[in-house]
């Protein structure tokens, strides 16, 4: 069973790489290691000196630990773009998702890529909803080895309403796809509480105790 979920990662993040290119610019050159140290503001990351790269530069380990999360959120992630320069200008990254029982990764969405995600443990409410006026769900309770596919810039979400912890390993088709986390944008930016309480047609007294929480 590991062995085949193995190859099924291996086929999420192929597919992922192939559709990059849609996205993202394609590279001139072998690779562009990302210099992080250099001060200058591109689209992108400016490149590494070729002479300076070496072989951890496209080299991470851990996707098999949990990745550090938020007590209040109850979930964590590790972004393998921070983790390997190697990946810059090759138009995907990938990203390790980890949910306890009982919470969310809260329904966002990427302006910058579709995602691919595959279950590496547990199971998981995972879906996506269509664009106005439709306003469609499209989602499935998702287990071990299960993938799902999520067009770009659609509104996604996952929920464990299962008893046990719940692992996915997501590949996106943008060396910088985005996350806008819809309630923390809507919420926590400072929009007028009156605005948000005729949009969600509510009260404004409703609208400011929600704004709170994501303004503490």
Do not use: W
Request: charged fraction near 15%.
């Amino acid at each position: 069973m590991a062995s085949a979920l193995l190859l099924v990662v291996a086929a999420v993040i192929a597919l992922a790489a192939g559709h990059g290119a849609a996205f993202d610019p394609n590279p001139v050159q072998d690779f562009c290691v990302a210099d992080n140290t250099s001060t200058v503001r591109v689209n992108g990351i400016p490149c590494k000196d070729p002479a300076t790269v070496t072989p951890d530069d496209f080299f991470f380990s851990g996707v098999d630990q949990a990745g550090a999360g938020t007590a209040s959120r109850r979930y964590g992630f590790t972004a393998l773009p921070v983790q390997i320069p190697g990946l810059n200008t090759l138009g995907a990254s990938h990203v390790r998702v980890d949910v306890a029982p009982g919470a969310v990764f809260p329904p966002h969405f990427h302006p910058r890529a579709s995602e691919t995600v595959v279950v590496l443990g547990g199971a998981v409410y995972f879906g996506f909803v269509s664009s106005y006026p439709d306003n469609k769900v499209y989602a499935k309770v998702l287990r071990k080895g299960d993938v799902f596919a999520v067009p770009q810039g659609l509104l996604h979400f996952l929920y464990n309403n299962g008893t046990e912890p719940a692992s996915l390993y997501a590949s996106l088709s943008s060396q910088n796809p985005g996350l806008v986390l819809l309630a923390d944008a809507l919420f926590g930016s400072g929009l007028p509480d009156d605005l948000l309480a005729k949009a969600f047609l509510t009260d404004v007294d409703t609208a400011n105790k929600i704004g709170a929480k994501f303004r503490a």
